[in-house]
């Protein structure tokens, strides 16, 4: 019989901050996805949020995340929002945000190209 504390029963934190990041990160994208002109600003963006990552700057990028929310007007999902307080959680969160935005660009990569990525 599985007990409160019985990790195979509950999912460790970098699972649960994966299992946010892929529920939240694609919707909005697909959001700025039909506010931008191009992939090419789609890419920008991605890249100003790894950028602030790999120089050691979690909360700024993890504010530029939530700050796209206002963009397309879509709340900040609590779930997001609750990780604020907590640096290594943003760290990981960023992290999985940024692979999974790779992924969708990759996909709009291909959408676009009819089949084949660049």
């Not at 460790?12 to 959001?31: D, F, K, Q, R």
């Not at 929310?69 to 307080?85: C, G, R, T």
């Amino acid at each position: 019989m599985s007990t409160p504390n019985d990790h195979t029963t509950m999912p460790s934190a970098v699972n649960l901050i994966n299992m946010i990041s892929g529920i939240y990160t694609s919707p909005l994208w697909e959001e700025l996805h039909g506010y931008v002109d191009s992939l090419e600003s789609l890419r920008s963006l991605s890249n100003a949020i790894k950028a602030l990552q790999e120089s050691g700057k979690s909360s700024e990028a993890f504010a530029m995340i939530c700050a796209l929310h206002d963009v397309v007007a879509i709340e900040v999902p609590e779930a997001v929002a609750s990780l604020e307080s907590y640096p290594d959680a943003v760290r990981l969160f960023v992290d999985e945000f940024i692979a999974d935005t790779d992924d969708l660009i990759w996909d709009y990569e291909i959408e676009e190209n009819g089949g084949s990525p660049e």
